[in-house]
């Protein structure tokens, strides 16, 4: 199985080489990401690559002019949790919860926070690339979120995200839980609705505030020690993955390997 997997890896950077369009330095292990995310078809996976470096493109104030040493993204690392917990789930999937840390709107920039998102995302791919986890849940706290937050949000931003998490994402999503949802969700979901797909529809879940409901889905074990969990601390959670980040910030911040020619 492992030579089969370095075969078609190998025929996939052959592949690169007929696209020029295309970063020709996008390293193996991430074609191995994109490879793994389509179960092993090749084919597909060579589609979502071009799939993905286009949207990157398309929006390349999110996805390719970016730093985490930047002043508006160091905000928001302050202001927002982006954290991949640690172990799997019995079915080995990575849980990961995004969080509001500062409930101030003032210092909500959805654009901003897009951003940070995204680089968190793509470091936690480069840091994990060693782990083949099946799948991730998605675990969203509302606590904190309000009208206003809401109110900074565009259509055009709505739509990007859910786009390129529906088309271009490079991981496989077993479920999204929205915890602590607000009274004011159906605004919410008025906004998401009309980009949401079939699939992405079926692995949605709401939980309201002081309900245990979210457990029958993920163990609550998992979660940091301020949600009844033991995986670690907030504040140490934090730090860890931001330090990450800066780890990888060359990756992060290296156009040629995100830019299409």
């Known amino acids: 199985m492992m030579i089969e997997v370095e075969k078609q890896l190998d025929e996939m950077e052959q592949w690169l080489k007929t696209q020029p369009q295309l970063p020709q330095n996008i390293d193996r292990w991430l074609l191995r990401r994109f490879l793994f995310c389509m179960e092993g078809d090749k084919e597909a996976a060579q589609k979502l690559i071009t799939t993905n470096y286009k949207m990157r493109n398309n929006y390349d104030n999110i996805f390719i002019k970016r730093d985490p040493k930047d002043e508006k993204s160091q905000i928001v690392m302050k202001s927002v ?112 609705r009309p980009f949401l797909r079939g699939e992405l529809i079926s692995v949605l879940h709401f939980h309201m505030p002081k309900t245990e409901t979210a457990y029958k889905f993920f163990p609550r074990e998992m979660l940091p020690e301020e949600y009844g969990g033991n995986g670690g601390k907030l504040v140490d959670l934090r730090e860890f993955w931001v330090n990450k980040l800066m780890e990888n910030r060359e990756f992060i911040i290296d156009q040629t390997k995100w830019k299409l020619n």
Do not use: C, W
């Not at 003032?106 to 470091?123: A, G, T, Y």
């Open 81 to 192: 949790d982006f954290l991949t917990l640690p172990g799997y789930t019995s079915e080995k999937y990575k849980l990961v919860l995004y969080r509001l840390a500062d409930t101030d709107p003032d210092k909500f920039n959805i654009n901003e926070v897009l951003k940070v998102f995204f680089m968190m995302v793509d470091s936690r791919f480069k840091e994990l690339s060693k782990e083949n986890a099946i799948g991730e849940i998605v675990v969203f706290d509302m606590a904190g979120f309000t009208l206003k937050h809401l109110s900074k949000f565009s259509l055009g931003t709505i739509r990007m995200f859910m786009k390129y998490i529906q088309e271009a994402h490079v991981g496989r999503v077993k479920g999204v839980h929205i915890i602590n949802a607000t009274s004011f969700l159906d605004k919410v979901m008025f906004l998401v």
